[in-house]
């Protein structure tokens, strides 16, 4: 794949930051491109076609210098978003740095939560969503990005459908258990759903992500997508990668060469173990110098031959618990020496400031071992960067010198499995890791070191970008094809007319979750006066057959809807009465030798499933799941299915998957079946209208002629032309079929 496979739809992405630092020199205005994987991502796949940028530009901007800077940005299709110092201060430092990072970093005691930030955090989101929407063209392409923009998804979904809308989450999502400890759990899990593709690194966040949804929102999903209100959101693991030419090239420059053959001339033989991080709680810097002491503890013959450099990039220096870890590092940094420290020698070497990017390609070149030891990481680009730099390369000669040693919690090792991966809150082994590495033989280390360059060569960021975009369009295209159209307005106009012009309609109506909302329990979903009323209403016309077609046993239904005036059918089509006869008929020559066998197989899961329950009807046996523990529920459900497609292969039956409930139903016994029966004495000229929400109901929406009118009460079905949001709406729709003076439809 290339990046020219990508079609030629316009981008714009969304970020906290834009990719440029501003800067003032006696009043003028100057651009600092940063570097950076995202950038380098979206540089290479927005070649040719261009993108649009729409973020922060890091630093408070003055009101009467905004349009300067707007214009300065535009030349450059970037676009900016102002935040005044206190909106700063509540959206970015307090919810996304205080609130969200912490928590989904998993340090919960570190994590806390104002309204007022949250408000900010809000109306923040929305003034990103409100560029966005001004700048994006009719059908655009928008990526957004990070913890920072969490309900930017929604806020597009919901003002313009026409968007095709990805978000990517650089950092962990924690396991469910931690994430609902979020007061706001619900809002940012319905921010992200307007999403079409939801990325992360690893397939453990995407699965915690799922789980949220199950047990925070009580969706429905699949292993990689959500089924939340018309659409199906997808889910992907999508590992970013570097920006490997750019290495590349640094590697071939003339620069870094000299720069290590400083380090050479300034370390001589000395090992040197690299770490590089931001200050930051989550890097485990303390558990890595933890490790790093424990070494020298135990290695008498190391001492004075290894150190320890140790890059921090300074980082919000302005919140006491960064400035009080930074003061921690240092005193045990301070320690360390202390105790091992000779002439000569110093075991950790400490830089709290950033390196350039020569320098920093050098280090990675140079050093025997790169010791990454986050307590949680997204991913971590420090260690692939490591294991590229190390690669084999003719201009740097053949050698491999260095192992880099990973924490287990950072994405990257997801990636780079062939690292010593290590427990960083195991000190003693990490220590011993750290020493493996030191003293691993060169076959190993190359044949570990040139396998997992490989794997970060895959990972390059363009490609990345090129492949989530591109799944990004593959669910936008698939939630288009799914969307019938919805019912409202001219087209439910339409609809209405061409049904009460007929001068005979078929209509044919499930009973649960079409005409009534779904219920606890099935005995709660009794119809209600107002129902009963309409129905009688309906079939009232003579012009009107009406069929109320359930899944429902003949029993209930008619108890709650004999006396209307309407057909009945139930157990999907089993059995069927007329409305001037109370007697029920049934399908001839229907096997149901196989129905003990189910019965014991659905009895022994009830007793294994609380709240779960079994249901007899004519032709079949049902599991329902409605009350069970959400996630368990659909779990069991899965095997179940598998399990009864394995024990009943060889019979006469089907198994249907329905709202939270599996059926077992003889094989030719469906409302289709029904609906074909029914309309075998149609007229060309008769109106056919039908509407239904289950799994079921697709059955007669398939028995359909080509000119009837199939609903689907839910987010749409690709057999039916129509959707409609619920069995309200449905019961509103119904009425306006009474005619224009209906009483039920002025109620
Ligand atoms: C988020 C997630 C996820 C570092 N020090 C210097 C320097 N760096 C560069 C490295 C690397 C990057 O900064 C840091 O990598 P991270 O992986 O920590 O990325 P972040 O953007 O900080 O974090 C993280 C990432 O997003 C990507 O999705 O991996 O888990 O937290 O590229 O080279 N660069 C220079 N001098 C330094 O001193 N020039």
């Known amino acids: 794949m290339t990046t020219d496979d990508i079609q030629p739809t316009p981008l714009v992405v969304a970020s ?31 070649r040719g076609i261009g993108c649009d940028w729409v973020g ?24 900016p978003v102002f935040l005044g110092a206190e909106e700063e201060a509540q959206y970015y430092r307090r919810l996304a740095n205080e609130t969200i990072w912490p928590l989904f970093h998993y340090f919960a005691d570190k994590s806390s939560f104002d309204e007022q930030a949250w408000r900010s955090y809000v109306a923040i989101n929305r003034r990103f969503a409100d560029e966005i929407l001004r700048i994006a063209p009719l059908d655009a392409r928008v990526w957004v990005h990070d913890f920072h923009l969490m309900l930017v998804p929604t806020m597009l979904r919901e003002a313009r459908d026409d968007l095709e809308i990805g978000f990517f ?57 959500v089924s939340f209100e018309d659409r199906r959101v997808e889910v992907g693991v999508h590992p970013i990668g570097v920006d490997v030419a750019r290495f590349d090239a640094l590697l071939d420059s003339s620069e870094v060469a000299a720069r290590i053959d400083e380090l050479r001339s300034q370390y001589g033989a000395r090992r040197i173990v690299l770490g590089v991080e931001r200050l930051d709680y989550t890097k485990g810097v303390g558990h890595k110098l933890r490790a790093f002491e424990r070494m020298l503890e135990r290695r008498e013959d190391l001492r004075g031959h290894v150190t320890l450099l140790q890059v921090i990039v300074p980082s919000r220096l302005d919140s006491p618990d960064y400035s009080g870890l930074k003061r921690e590092l240092e005193e045990h940094i301070g320690r360390i020496n202390g105790r091992f420290g000779q002439v000569g020698s110093t075991p950790v070497e400490y830089l709290h400031r950033s390196v350039d990017p020569v ?41 491999c010198r260095g192992m880099l040693v ?33 003293g691993m033989p060169e076959d190993e280390r190359r044949e570990r070191t040139v396998a997992m360059a490989e794997r970060v060569r895959s990972l390059d960021c363009t490609k990345w970008a090129s492949r989530f975009l591109l799944r ?13 159209l919805l ?67 003949r029993l209930d239904v008619d108890r709650w809807l004999t006396g209307l005036g309407v057909h009945l059918c139930a157990e999907h089509g089993f059995a069927w009465r007329t409305p001037d006869s109370p007697q029920w008929h049934e399908l001839d020559g229907v096997d149901l030798s196989w129905l003990p066998a189910v019965h014991d197989i659905l009895a022994r899961v009830c007793e294994e499933g609380p709240g779960t329950s079994r249901e007899r009807k004519g032709s079949g046996l049902a599991w329902h799941y409605r009350q069970s523990d959400a996630e368990y529920g659909p779990w069991r459900a899965r095997e179940l299915l598998s399990e009864l497609s394995a024990s009943l292969a060889r019979l006469p039956v089907e198994v249907v998957h329905g709202h939270r409930v599996v059926e077992v139903r003889a094989a030719g016994v469906h409302k289709g079946a029904y609906v074909t029966r029914v309309l075998a004495d149609r007229s060309p000229s008769d109106a ?17 002629p080509d000119t009837a009118i199939a609903v689907h009460v839910g987010r749409g079905d690709e057999h039916a032309k129509y959707r409609i949001e619920s069995p309200a709406r449905v019961r509103a729709l119904l009425a306006r079929l009474l005619g224009p003076r209906s009483v039920l439809e002025r109620a």
């Open 16 to 46: 906290n930051r834009l990719p440029v630092g501003l800067r003032f020199t006696d009043g003028v205005l100057s651009l600092e491109r940063t570097a950076g994987g995202l950038v380098a991502a979206v540089d290479g796949v927005a």
């Open 56 to 79: 922060w530009p890091g630093s408070p901007v003055e009101p009467p210098v905004q349009a300067e800077v707007v214009s300065a940005l535009a030349a450059q299709r970037l676009h």
């Open 169 to 225: 989450l650089h950092i962990p999502f924690p396991a469910s258990e931690v994430y609902r400890l979020l007061p706001v759990r619900e809002e940012l899990l319905r921010g992200l759903l307007g999403a079409d593709l939801i990325g992360f690194h690893t397939i453990d966040y995407a699965r915690h992500f799922l789980t949220s949804c199950v047990r925070v929102l009580g969706l429905e999903v699949e292993h990689d997508s």
């Open 359 to 399: 320098s920093l390609a050098a280090l990675y070149r140079f050093a025997d071992a790169c010791l990454g030891t986050p307590l949680r990481d997204g991913m971590n680009l420090v260690a692939q960067e490591y294991v590229l730099c190390q690669e084999p390369r003719p201009t740097l000669g053949d050698e």
């Open 406 to 438: 990973l924490s287990e919690f950072a994405g990257a090792s997801h990636v780079l499995s062939r690292a010593l991966l290590v427990n960083p809150w195991h000190v003693e082994s990490t220590s011993t890791a750290l020493e493996t590495a030191l």
């Open 472 to 484: 990004q369009a593959e669910a936008n295209r698939r939630n288009r094809r799914r969307t019938s």
């Open 487 to 553: 019912l409202r307005g001219q087209e439910e106009e339409r609809v209405r007319i061409a049904i009460t012009r007929a001068s005979r309609r078929f209509l044919f109506l499930d009973y649960d979750g079409t005409l009534r909302e779904i219920a606890p329990t099935p005995q709660e979903a009794r119809p209600d006066p107002a129902l009963r009323e309409l129905l009688r209403a309906l079939a009232r016309d003579e012009r009107n057959a009406v069929h109320i077609v359930s899944g429902r046993r």
């Open 688 to 704: 056919v209208l039908c509407i239904g929400d289950d799994r079921a109901d697709r059955d007669m929406f398939r028995a359909l």
